[in-house]
């Protein structure tokens, strides 16, 4: 019923910039928070940044001043600007949004959380 469809991963070296994606298709109604995640080898997957409705955002201490978050109601999506990229920033980065679809307004559902398929981005010399 939601699909998160992320693209902007890749290889980039120390101290360059990316700049992450993901727009959400399907029958949604509404979308409360949207965010990124990342998870390394061998690591747990982590909050990277996360933005509600209102525009309020949140980001993980290693992050901060680095990355940006922001969301385009219009075009349910939300993007992750990244800078002064370090090695530790490789990881898998997963979008993530939690919304609810027409369907659910009719059952009652309260709203769900969606995933992304995930980028890779390496950032390495």
């Known amino acids: 019923q939601v699909q998160l469809v992320e693209s902007g991963g890749g290889l980039v070296q120390p101290g360059g910039s990316l700049r992450l994606s993901c727009t959400a298709s399907?029958?949604?109604?509404?979308?409360?928070?949207m965010g990124w995640y990342r998870q390394a080898p061998g690591k747990q997957r982590e909050l990277v940044a996360t933005?509600?409705?209102?525009?309020?955002?949140n980001y993980a201490d290693s992050v901060k001043d680095r990355f940006t978050i922001s969301r385009d109601n219009a075009k349910n999506t939300v993007y992750l600007q990244m800078n002064s990229l370090k090695p530790e920033d490789t990881a898998i980065y997963y979008c993530?949004?939690?919304?609810?679809?027409?369907?659910?307004?009719?059952?009652?559902?309260?709203?769900?959380?969606?995933w992304g398929q995930g980028t890779q981005v390496a950032v390495s010399s």
């Open positions: 933005i509600t409705s209102g525009s309020t955002t």
């Open positions: 399907g029958s949604i109604f509404s979308i409360n928070t």
């Open positions: 993530q949004i939690r919304a609810r679809t027409v369907p659910d307004i009719y059952s009652d559902t309260p709203p769900r959380d969606y």
